[in-house]
């Protein structure tokens, strides 16, 4: 059952109108008017970043023995307070983010913490302070070099799930990792603008191979002469989120900035392939942040192979994954406890994956690697086939994988095995949960005029009653049956930024006349100019969404 929340903090995202092909114009009214406008819903996405060459370096690195940083401290304040100036008299201030209501600085000093957090006790507004942590890469890279067949999608029917849906491009899913390389042939125009938080740049270059592996188990260009991702490639659309460094380690700081972007930037789903063995208070509010504005994160569970989840995935709002190999037993390395939620193909020993069918690397070739890391974006995938499918609400989302699992090991859940293995195919195919994108007018005098349902492509064909009318787009992502926080919105005239501040654009119609239009949508981030439907037609507009859902679901049940 879809989880109905308010949602306390704001999606910010940058979307642009895409160009809309319009016919002919013009009018006089007509007794028993008919015309039909159609046209394609979608998100802008951006251009796709420009090739380039990267650096060789090592391969990928597994968890370091410590994961503090020397000298470094993430101190928490009530965002209310100005400290700035005066935590710059106890060291050098490296970097601030503020999360909802709390505001947290990255402190440098050679002063012991216990005399700092002395110090800091005196300053009005201080919250608490700890340890700057490294995060590293869940994976694994063995020295094999033979993989005679990509086992991992059959496994967790894949194939199946892409005969009813390939995903769609509406969806944006962050990948927090190493980057990515742009030049592979494999995952060309995937990707919208991320950022690199290890180099503070708009370029987000992979110079470590482990993102780009990550990358193409997700979104690599299907049917073509590489490997398969989960996702079939451009129906999804990828943004890159570097903080990890060459090396393999990143520090959770750049981790939460990321995620605060990946949320204000539009992404639903978050795939975080790293970890670190402890919590922090900074990566606890980021998550909980992606959680209240029903981002699904997806992460790895850790790769020592022992008792204890990593974080993030082991706190509660994610979706923890662990590894399976071949033969569907808990890879030897996959970490295990309470928190986790489910298992996915992984690799162990001579059963590898590469990213793209073994999978993407660096400098446009493909590797073998193996971890959780490997496991979590084909979760991630099957979230986007998912959501494709109306398939929303973080809660929803969880309990679907889980509900639909492959059960392994003891009967029911258990802490080595989670739910089990994911299955793709009766997760987009799971009976409840689906929203249908509606797309519907609106007359001159605020009054429903009529409606239709887009295809997972955003497609769709509308039957116009009135000449002058108003075209909008809803998907009722938390299905409340309101236009709320979150749900994903649009006009025909959207010009992006907030959907909710800009006007719809009039068309005026002849009768019979057939409109082509494409507009967009986005998450709406204010509901204070959404249509002003009165309540009657509001209940006719959530009426008609209830019978599509239901006409979805027979559907389902009479194949």
Not at 28 to 46: E, R
Not at 105 to 119: D, F, G, K, Q
Not at 209 to 218: D, L, N, Q, S
Not at 392 to 412: F, W
């Amino acid at each position: 059952m879809t989880l109905r929340r308010k949602f306390r903090s704001i999606i910010f995202v940058l979307f642009m109108a895409l160009s809309a092909l319009l016919l002919t114009n013009c009018s006089a009214p007509q007794p028993n008017f008919s015309a039909t406008v159609y046209g394609k819903v979608s998100a802008y996405v951006g251009d796709v970043t420009k090739s380039m060459s990267f650096p060789t370096v090592s391969s990928l690195s597994k968890k370091v023995k410590s994961d503090i940083i020397d000298n470094q401290y993430v101190v928490r304040f009530d965002a209310r307070s100005s400290v700035k100036q005066k935590l710059s008299l106890l060291g050098k201030v490296l970097d601030q983010l503020r999360v909802q209501d709390e505001i947290y600085y990255l402190l440098e000093t050679s002063t012991e913490i216990s005399s700092l957090r002395e110090e800091l006790s005196k300053i009005p507004g201080f919250l608490g302070i700890e340890p700057h942590r490294l995060m590293t890469l869940s994976s694994i890279t063995p020295n094999d070099t033979h993989f005679p067949l990509q086992w991992n999608l059959g496994l967790i029917r894949v194939p199946e799930a892409w005969s009813v849906t390939k995903g769609s491009d509406i969806i944006t899913i962050a990948v927090i990792d190493s980057g990515v390389d742009f030049s592979h042939e494999d995952l060309q125009g995937i990707f919208v603008q991320g950022y690199d938080f290890v180099e503070n740049d708009n370029t987000p270059q992979d110079d470590n191979g482990h993102g780009t592996h990550v990358t193409g188990i997700i979104a690599a260009l299907t049917n073509n002469r590489g490997v398969a991702g989960v996702t079939w490639g451009q129906n999804v659309k990828i943004m890159p989120l570097k903080v990890i460094g060459g090396d393999g380690t990143g520090s959770v700081f750049d981790f939460a900035k990321a995620v605060v972007y990946a949320v204000d930037h539009g992404a639903k789903i978050i795939n975080a392939s790293l970890g670190s063995p402890n919590p922090s208070s900074i990566s606890q509010a980021v998550v909980e942040y992606a959680y209240q504005n029903d981002v699904v994160m997806v992460c790895a569970a850790g790769n020592d192979g022992s008792s204890g989840i990593d974080y993030p995935a082991a706190y509660p709002e994610t979706i923890a994954v662990g590894a399976v190999t071949i033969d569907r037993e808990r890879a030897s390395y996959s970490d295990y406890g309470p928190e986790l939620d489910i298992v996915a193909p992984g690799g162990d020993g001579d059963q590898l994956i590469l990213s793209t069918y073994m999978s993407t690397y660096r400098g446009g070739t493909y590797a073998y690697a193996a971890g959780t890391s490997m496991a979590a974006p084909h979760v991630t995938g099957i979230v986007a086939l998912m959501i494709s499918q109306g398939i929303v609400g973080v809660e929803n989302i969880r309990n679907v994988l889980r509900a639909t699992a492959i059960d392994l090991g003891p009967s029911g859940y258990d802490i080595y095995y989670g739910a089990g293995l994911v299955d793709a195919y009766a997760a987009v195919t799971f009976e409840d949960g689906w929203e249908p994108l509606i797309v519907f007018s609106v007359d001159e005098n605020g009054k429903l005029d009529n409606m239709t349902v887009a295809n997972g492509l955003g497609q769709f064909v509308l039957e116009v009653k009135k000449q002058r009318v108003k075209i909008y787009a809803w998907l009722d992502f938390d299905g409340d049956g309101q236009l709320s926080y979150g749900d994903l919105y649009g006009y025909y005239g959207y010009v992006g930024g907030n959907p909710s501040t800009g006007s719809a654009i009039v068309l005026t119609l002849e009768m019979f006349e057939n409109r082509q239009i494409n507009f967009n949508i986005a998450p709406i981030v204010d509901t204070s100019n959404k249509p002003d439907l009165q309540a009657q037609d509001m209940q006719i507009l959530t009426n008609y969404k209830r019978s599509i859902v239901e006409k979805h679901y027979l559907k389902l049940k009479n194949r």
